[in-house]
């Protein structure tokens, strides 16, 4: 969808500023939402993909002015809803009125830092790669509606394609609860001038990984 | 300063840790989450995972050659065969910053970062300003952090828009010479294997 979460190439925001000597959280309650995030994406409640399109619905003034573990937070509870996991009523008390479902397994201390790691995203490929290294391609102009990684300043730019990465599980389909829809990944690196105009910074190159499905032969 | 939590209002604070709890404790009671495992989970990134893992990469890759040949081909397999640093997930992978390119790393859409490597992310990799500019205005965000690089250097910018995470490589300073790898390590800064620094100066005060 084309929503705020989509930020690259804005302006207006102002400048980076780094903070001394930043904490792990500010407040305790940053990492009890981080950790019931890992524990919930082990147990396979919902996907990485399913939290990012939940925190891509919220209001772009939701968005803007909360928090990175208030944004977390909300998307958490949309997804808690929306898949049944607890009900309104159970999140407004507080506490369980009924029992859980049963889901894929679940985080216990003996195994925290399977938690820790990040699971493979590689899947059994459905045909051949339509491109390879050195191809010249084009990011489709195409505006779904639901959760895509393909971000607007890219889209109808021409790039080249640098690496593939195999085949991946494909966050589009996945966030919409499709499935794995398994698709080749490349990288694709994009004059800065093809992105932002002539005036752009000569020096400047920016790719992105791009799913098979975003690019078409160019 | 602005902007972080501890900015708002108190009453917005305690509506949040209430919302967090309300949430804990029903998704514990359900069964689906296990407390003891949430409090290693904080744990973890409190006192574990954080950059010391990618310093330690780095400073192997700058005095192993083999080591960095199979890091910059797989970084996921190269790390595997370390033992000191805890097991990364697939799909990492090591950019060498050369005098030719500096690279940076960025994730428009969301934060992905590569938190095996380097723990959370700092506030400002996941604010609207760098976000925004990381992919247009490289040069002016090296500037807010006090780098300046030569006027033809090629800025590479990677946008990590799927589960590929990056790790940038930078390049090893001048008088490192016969340095220890942790030694080396303790000149890696998190913000050069992001690409918006530069690892310190052998001899300068951090």
Request: charged fraction near 25%; aromatic fraction near 8%; include cysteine.
């Amino acid at each position: 969808m084309d929503g705020i979460h989509d930020m690259g190439g804005r302006d207006g925001f102002g400048t980076v500023v780094a903070e001394p000597n930043e904490p792990p959280f500010h407040e305790p309650w940053e990492g009890s939402v981080l950790a019931l995030q890992r524990a919930m994406g082990y147990a396979g409640a919902w996907h990485n993909d399913h939290a990012r399109f939940a925190r891509e619905r919220l209001p772009p003034q939701v968005y803007l002015t909360s928090s990175y573990y208030l944004k977390w937070l909300l998307a958490m509870e949309v997804n808690v809803l929306e898949r049944g996991l607890a009900s309104p009523a159970e999140l407004k008390s507080g506490h369980a009125l009924t029992s859980g479902k049963t889901l894929k397994r679940k985080l216990t201390p003996v195994v925290v830092q399977d938690g820790l790691t990040r699971s493979s995203f590689f899947r059994q490929p459905q045909g051949p790669a339509r491109y390879k290294i050195g191809d010249g391609v084009r990011a489709r102009n195409i505006h779904p509606k639901t959760h895509t990684r393909l971000p607007r300043y890219a889209r109808g730019r021409r790039g080249t394609v640098e690496l593939c990465h195999g085949c991946h599980m494909f966050p589009d389909s996945v966030a919409i609860n499709l499935g794995d829809n398994p698709q080749w990944l490349y990288t694709v690196v994009f004059d800065g001038r093809e992105l932002w105009g002539p005036d752009a910074d000569p020096t400047l190159k920016v790719s992105i990984d791009a799913f098979e499905p975003y690019l078409e032969p160019a | 300063m602005s902007g972080h939590d501890h900015d708002h209002d108190h009453s917005e604070l305690s509506e949040t840790q209430l919302r967090v709890r309300a949430l804990e404790t029903v998704l514990t009671e359900k069964g689906y989450v296990d407390p003891a495992a949430l409090d290693a989970i904080v744990e973890a990134y409190e006192t574990r995972i954080g950059p010391r893992n990618g310093a330690a990469v780095v400073a192997k890759a700058w005095c192993d050659p083999a080591f960095k040949q199979v890091l910059l081909a797989d970084a996921t397999k190269a790390i595997a065969t370390l033992g000191h640093v805890s097991r990364v997930g697939d799909h990492l992978i090591a950019i060498e910053n050369t005098p030719k390119t500096h690279n940076i790393v960025v994730c428009t859409l969301c934060s992905c970062y590569p938190w095996e490597m380097l723990g959370l992310p700092p506030i400002w990799y996941k604010s609207a300003p760098y976000r925004s500019r990381a992919v247009k205005d490289p040069r002016g965000v090296l500037n807010d952090f006090g780098v300046s690089l030569p006027k033809d250097t090629e800025i590479r910018v990677w946008d990590s828009t799927a589960e590929t995470r990056f790790l940038v490589l930078p390049m090893r300073p001048a008088g490192t010479d016969g340095w220890s790898e942790q030694q080396l390590a303790e000149i890696v800064t998190r913000d050069s294997m992001i690409g918006t620094g530069l690892p310190k100066q052998p001899g300068a005060t951090s």
